[in-house]
């Protein structure tokens, strides 16, 4: 028996060039399909890499190798929403692989990862992103290239729960860490940012009874479920009651404001206020 765990790096180079990689390949049970990961059965060797709270994977990057003159994936980058830089680790070792090019699969622009799909054997043969509009509406659709070789068998999909998006994945490694073994995928809730009247918040609430009070500039102002206080101050303001009983107050500006769900008071200012969703109005 070949026991892979102990070859050194640079035996590791070797072994994936020229140095009998057939024989230890061949030795390798392939993964089974529709058993929740890419790639091929796990090693104990694991790593992670993901994307920092609140972003998705957007594309994927990487070298691949061809132990035997089958094409896999030997390492992955990820490439994170808004440029973030990923958190974690290079899934893979790109100093220590015999690597035979590169590869990639991305996701167009405006949408994010909410799956894979891809081929596997004995080891990650092709891995593609499966992507769906920022809002996570829409129909899901593959990136258009595919990061990988053609050998193995098909594998997948594997998407996120509705309502969430790929952030990283967890993984295994093979050859003292060269070359990616499998992954599965790790999934969070997008984090939608409260809106108002079409625009992002700059004061939130909270779920409880808030007093939320404006700044002398321009505020955008959203409660959540909780009897809330609404105030805005100077400025054309925009302010949302959504859940809960509130009272919504314009400031000297002209303001709009939302009441929302539950019996709102709006009580309009000096200004030329807009009011909708408010069960009682009132101007001053």
Known sequence: MINRRVVTSTKTVCALGACGVVGIF?????????????GGPPTTDVAEAGCPDGKAVTGLAGELTDPGGNTVVATIALTCEGS??????????????????????????????????????????QITLRCQDASLTGPITEAKKSFGGAGGGPDGPYDCP??????????????????????????APRLVPLRC??????????????????????DVIVGLAGRDIIKGLDANDRLCGNG???????????????????????VGG???????????????
């Open 270 to 284: 000096p200004g030329n206020d807009n009011a909708s969703k408010c069960e009682v109005e009132r101007s001053i």
């Open 197 to 218: 009247e079409g625009e992002d918040a700059t004061l939130p609430g909270t779920p409880g009874d808030d007093t939320l009070v404006g700044t002398p500039g321009k």
């Open 26 to 38: 061949s030795a390798i049970a392939a993964a089974a399909t529709s058993d929740g990961q890419l």
């Open 244 to 266: 809960g009983r509130d009272t919504i107050k314009g400031g000297s500006g002209s303001d709009d404001m939302n009441g929302g769900a539950g019996r709102d008071k709006c």
């Open 84 to 125: 973030a830089a990923p958190t974690g680790e290079e899934l893979g070792d790109s100093a220590t692989n015999a690597a035979t090019g590169t590869g990639s699969t991305k996701c167009k622009n405006g949408d994010v990862a909410v799956g894979v799909v891809g081929r596997e054997g004995d080891f990650l043969d």
């Open 162 to 187: 509705a309502g969430q998006h790929l952030v990283g994945f967890t993984a295994s490694e093979e050859f003292s860490g060269a070359v990616v073994r499998h992954v599965s995928i790790v999934c």
